[in-house]
């Protein structure tokens, strides 16, 4: 701001009922006479507002969900080629987190366009894309057949992925049932139950780690990240880290013993609400479906599968959260009738799905 003049003032306006345009007298330093400013009717009625960061950014509203909450599918061909329908599908995957694809071509291609759709591949040391199935002498869970329980990705990196794909190829095996589970949704219910519990959460900083002959990564940070809202000065979730295959020992934390009990006792809490089967989405992936989530915000696991009885080949990338965010705030801007704080409510009664933590 301190590069406006303070004797700017408008040369000409142009109103068509929803965007008013402005050219400047006494323009910024830098702009020439074609310079527009161009303010939408929303932006008008709410000047102090930043309608696309506070609808589709860290504090846009959230729809919380249980295993009750239909997921809704979007074809690959809206989704790739609808720019009204993506950004349907952007809306309801900054809502709740999760998004489905299907009828996706028999291509292991398909997932690096599924998530460019969205914003550039974010490259680890896995790849700009990689795939998920079993392999001889597995460094990781991931890659066997066995349960893999409920946890985040890349929690031992400075910034986690914000956004997963995983792209079904295969899965003919019995078994191998995708689990996901909104960590907001526990999170919510957790401050409700017990306060003391969720402040504890927020409190303690898991540390988390990969090491191994090429590479070694750690990192901690707090269960539940939260921030202050401006407005209402109450504590909000940001995002949820948790991340158990991963977790490193609690080194050199210097802590009165009742503290560590108190949040030893708090994260067991949230543990055993992520096993209760109301948390709890299933399904089983089929070839040519995708699934999108918010990776700190919905957890995911799987059953275990048997490998005598099929294939099961899964295709993953990952998208930044930045990249997403922009997609989110883009898209609403293309299409605000889309994302107008209206969401579609819930089947049921249970209007605890819908809020902020």
């Known amino acids: 701001m301190s590069d406006i003049p303070t004797d700017i003032k408008p040369r000409s306006t142009e109103w068509d009922g929803s965007v008013l345009k402005v050219k400047w007298e006494n323009d910024i330093p830098g702009f020439d006479e074609s310079h527009t400013s161009t303010y939408t009717l929303n932006q008008l009625r709410n000047p102090s507002a930043n309608y696309s960061y506070h609808s589709t950014g860290r504090k846009r509203k959230r729809l919380l969900w249980h295993n009750w909450f239909q997921h809704r599918f979007v074809s690959y061909e809206e989704y790739m080629h609808d720019d009204e329908a993506f950004s349907s599908a952007m809306r309801n995957l900054a809502r709740t987190g999760l998004l489905f694809v299907k009828d996706i071509p028999d291509s292991r291609a398909e997932v690096e366009k599924l998530a460019t759709r969205m914003g550039p591949l974010r490259n680890t040391f896995y790849g700009s894309t990689w795939d998920v199935r079993t392999v001889p002498e597995a460094k990781n869970v991931a890659y066997t057949s066995q349960f893999l329980g409920f946890h985040m990705d890349l929690m031992y990196m400075n910034e986690p992925p914000g956004y997963q794909l995983l792209h079904c190829l295969q899965n003919s095996c019995d078994g191998g049932e995708s689990l996901f589970a909104d960590s907001f949704a526990v999170a919510r219910q957790l401050s409700i139950d017990d306060p003391e519990a969720f402040k ?158």
């Open 200 to 357: 504890a959460l927020c409190n303690l900083r898991l540390s988390y780690e990969y090491n191994h002959e090429n590479d070694i990564y750690t990192n901690d940070w707090p269960v539940f990240q939260t921030y202050v809202d401006e407005y209402t000065q109450q504590q909000r979730l940001m995002h949820a880290n948790y991340s158990p295959p991963f977790q490193a020992p609690m080194h050199g934390q210097r802590r009165p013993f009742n503290r560590t009990m108190s949040e030893m006792r708090a994260l067991d809490k949230f543990a055993k609400m992520l096993e209760d089967e109301k948390y709890i989405y299933e399904l089983k992936l089929n070839p040519g479906e995708c699934v999108i989530f918010e990776n700190r915000r919905v957890l995911h696991a799987r059953r275990q599968f048997n490998t005598a009885t099929g294939q099961r080949w899964l295709a993953g990338a990952y998208v930044d959260e930045d990249a997403v965010l922009s997609k989110f705030a883009t898209s609403a801007r293309k299409y605000p009738h889309l994302w107008r704080d209206s969401p579609s409510k819930p089947s049921r009664k249970e209007a605890e799905g819908e809020g902020q933590v």
